[in-house]
């Protein structure tokens, strides 16, 4: 499995992911009204375009075929940069690891380029890749702190060890 930024060249594929991901979720899916299809659907042609520039959004590709994607992006909070996680969709069929991988493919690209905090909603989809983040649980949102951050994170631990008890760096693996 390849873990890649995508190009405008992937945008039929991923807009056929994204719909195949959401009739699967939602078997009425394509009985649904127009504009409630539309608002489901996260690969609109301006957002594919918006997240292709985002640095930190990737697809999962295998022999041609994506499997997954993660939309994400840099946004300030406060006084300090983070990224934020949109959304997450992995093909139902997708081999094992596919959301985890594709989740730590985000946290490296930010720990490359200095942002030492990973915002993103936790579904019970995403739960267990949090943990294996190291993350924290904050509300809603799990937070993976990168680097000497980790040690002082508020909230709970996702990986069940006691906070502050290690500092996270994302291991080399390519993303």
């Known amino acids: 499995m390849r873990y890649r930024t995508f190009t405008e060249h992937d945008y039929d594929a991923l807009q056929a992911l994204d719909l195949d991901v959401q009739r699967a979720q939602e078997p009425t899916f394509d009985t649904l009204a127009k504009r409630e299809r539309d608002g489901r659907l996260h690969t609109s042609l301006p957002a594919l375009k918006f997240y292709e520039r985002s640095e930190h959004s990737f697809v999962a590709e295998e022999n041609g ?81 990168l680097g000497t951050r980790a040690q002082t994170a508020p909230g709970e631990r996702l990986d069940g060890q006691p906070a502050g008890d290690q500092v996270r760096t994302p291991p080399t693996q390519g993303a």
């Open 65 to 145: 075929t994506l499997h997954g994607f993660i939309l994400a992006q840099s946004v300030w909070q406060g006084d300090r940069p983070i990224v934020l996680v949109r959304t997450l969709s992995v093909h139902p069929g997708a081999p094992a690891g596919v959301t985890e991988a594709l989740l730590h493919a985000t946290v490296k690209s930010a720990y490359d380029t200095a942002v030492y905090e990973v915002h993103y909603p936790v579904t019970p989809a995403l739960r267990a890749a949090a943990a294996a983040e190291s993350a924290v649980l904050t509300g809603a949102y799990a937070v993976t702190h």
